[in-house]
């Protein structure tokens, strides 16, 4: 059975307070790593389960985000839309190692290394 690997992504500083950095993963999907005001660090992929809003570029509320595009909130842990609205986004492992940021990847994957898309 295939393991996570943890694969070092940048550091906390990179992402910006109340703000989310995008990864591209090896298998294609984009994932969002957000950081709360209390830097928190969570990972979604990022695409709204309402109509695949862009949730990087939400603004982090406590351990949520507001989708930028109807305004759907999001928790982070889960993945979950708060109700009264109904759908989930998949969450990514993810850790920090002092300052670092990693993401897992499943080790069937070739990961290579990977970084933050362009702002
Ligand atoms: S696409 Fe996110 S709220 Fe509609």
Redesign the pocket.
Known sequence: MAEDRWIEVGCLDDIPCRGARKVRMPDGDTVAVFRTADDEIFALIDR??????P?SEGIVQGRAVA??????VIDLASGEAEAP?VGCTRSVPVRRAGDRIQLAVISAEPAGSLHWEAA
């Open positions: 709204c389960p309402h109509k695949s809003g949730l989708c930028p595009l109807h305004g759907w609205d």
